[in-house]
């Protein structure tokens, strides 16, 4: 895929194909605005728990963000069947606006499947498939992320998903069992694709632009930057140039970032993160992201262990300061 321009994807336009994926602990409100400025078309909340909302839990209800945020944002919900989820979105919906709903069934931890949720709705395709409807009241696109069973099995709860109006799959080539190890399989993500065009989008095992490149050529229509964007905070910049997006100037830098740019990034993410998320979250999270930027410059694993022992933001901007001079 070439090419610039906006995209219709499961009915939200969106500035590229390729997306923040939900991530748990991770795809907060700072992280998320980091990714748009990285180019990201769409960015997803971490799931949130629809019984949380309901019950008005603040620590729940901070997840969703505010309004002021950049969109597209899609908001993950998980839940066990239909009424409680549709109760949760009811909530999130009165919070602020979004642009998609989205139902997990892909989560593989036990926490969630064994209430259900998660990648446990895979063997309950009635649910599931009133999930998708309880959803629908509210008028925005409703989205599924779902992990591949077998061939078969795939097709047919994709099939369910789609005739209660799903408008769009996001397929993950694991198996519940396999969680996060082993290799995603591309071939059924491509099958199902071909299947329901423009319906699907692609998630598993993207590392390097060339990965994304290959699902979008199997006729995925955006994929999810996950486990990728934690080991490259640019993949998504170096991504876009590849698939030869017009790149904005900053952008354009950090496709190719000196150790200048990459500390800005991260002096980015502490400015925000510090105010909005807190000092103790964003240096777990500045500390998770410097391990994998840096690269070939010397003195990065110096900088790394320096980072690693910071108690205090202020410590962590210094050092970094003093790195990109
Ligand atoms: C730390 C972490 C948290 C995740 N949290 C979520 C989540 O909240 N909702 C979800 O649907 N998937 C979640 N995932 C799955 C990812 O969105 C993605 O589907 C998965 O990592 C496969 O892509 P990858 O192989 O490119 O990493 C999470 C994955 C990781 C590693």
Redesign the pocket.
């Known amino acids: 895929m070439n090419g610039g321009g906006r995209l219709l994807a499961g009915g939200v336009e969106t500035s590229s194909p390729i997306w923040l994926?939900?991530?748990?602990?991770?795809?907060t409100r700072t992280f998320r605005a980091f990714h748009r400025a990285m180019g990201a078309g769409l960015v997803?909340t971490?799931?949130v728990s629809a019984l949380g909302l309901s019950y008005k839990n603040k620590r729940t209800r901070d997840l969703l963000g505010d309004e002021n945020e950049q969109g597209p944002v899609v908001l993950?919900l998980f839940a066990s069947n239909a009424t409680e989820l549709a109760k949760g979105a009811e909530t999130a919906m009165k919070a602020r606006r979004f642009d998609a709903l989205e139902i997990?069934m892909?989560?593989p931890m036990p926490k969630v499947t064994k209430k259900g949720a998660g990648a446990r709705l895979l063997e309950n395709p009635d649910e599931a498939a009133r999930m998708v409807l309880s959803l629908k009241q509210f008028g925005l696109p409703v989205w599924v992320?779902l992990r591949k069973t077998d061939a078969e099995g795939t097709k047919a709860f994709c099939a369910a998903l789609a005739v209660s109006g799903a408008d769009l799959l996001l397929l993950?080539g694991?198996t519940l069992a396999q969680r996060?190890d082993g290799a995603?399989d591309r071939g059924i993500v491509g099958e199902i694709a071909k299947i329901f065009p423009g319906m699907v989008a692609a998630?598993?095992?993207?590392?390097e632009p060339d990965d994304a490149a290959r699902y979008l050529d199997d006729g995925c229509v955006a994929v999810?930057?996950?486990?990728?964007v934690?080991r490259d905070a640019f993949l998504i910049p170096r991504t876009l140039l590849r698939l030869g997006y017009p790149l904005d100037e900053k952008m354009e830098k950090f496709a190719n970032p000196s150790a200048r740019d990459q500390t800005e990034a991260i002096l980015s993410i502490g400015k925000m993160g510090v105010t909005v998320e807190g000092e103790r979250f964003t240096l777990v999270l500045a500390r998770r992201m410097i391990a994998g930027m840096f690269k070939g410059f010397s003195g990065a694993s110096a900088l790394r262990r320096a980072c690693s022992e910071c108690r205090d933001w202020a410590s962590m901007e210094e050092i970094l300061t003093g790195f990109a001079l």
Do not use: F, I, W
Not at 21 to 27: E, K, N, R
Not at 203 to 207: I, L
Not at 224 to 228: D, E
């Open positions: 994926a939900p991530l748990a602990g991770v795809t997803h971490e799931m993950q997990n892909a989560c992320k993950h694991r996060y995603a998630s598993g095992d993207y590392y999810l930057a996950a486990r990728g934690l």
